[in-house]
């Protein structure tokens, strides 16, 4: 019995020390393009972040009933949300040139 508890002490240790690697803008951009992009007309959009130098935002945005909706990743997948950054240059990517883009340029490197 008290081997049994040290095993699965040593495995719950394991798990939980396991790293994890946190997604930014551009991996949530690529997931839910991804799945808005089976339904609805969708575009990444792309620009800087107002009032801060350099940064980027990457966002994806889809044409539903009749206008463009702004798109969040949440846990179960997308939904409609708000422009999560004010971006002050916008460019529009389909999401297929957006993942090209991501990979060519790994994201406008810095």
């Not at 240790?13 to 839910?32: D, K, M, Q």
């Not at 620009?47 to 994806?60: D, I, N, P, S």
């Not at 909706?69 to 389909?94: C, F, N, P």
Request: glycine fraction near 6%; charged fraction near 15%.
């Amino acid at each position: 019995m008290k081997i049994m508890s040290i095993i699965i002490l040593i495995v719950l240790i394991t798990i939980s020390c396991a790293p994890t690697y946190p997604g930014v803008c551009r991996h949530n951009a690529l997931y839910t393009s991804s799945i808005m992009a089976e339904k609805y007309e969708t575009v990444v959009v792309v620009g800087f972040v107002l009032g801060q130098v350099k940064t980027w935002h990457a966002q994806t945005k889809s044409f539903i009933n009749g206008k463009w909706e702004w798109i969040i990743k949440v846990d179960s997948g997308a939904e409609i949300g708000t422009m999560e950054q004010h971006l002050v240059y916008q460019r529009e990517y389909s999401p297929n040139n957006f993942a090209e883009f991501v990979s060519d340029n790994y994201y406008i490197k810095e």
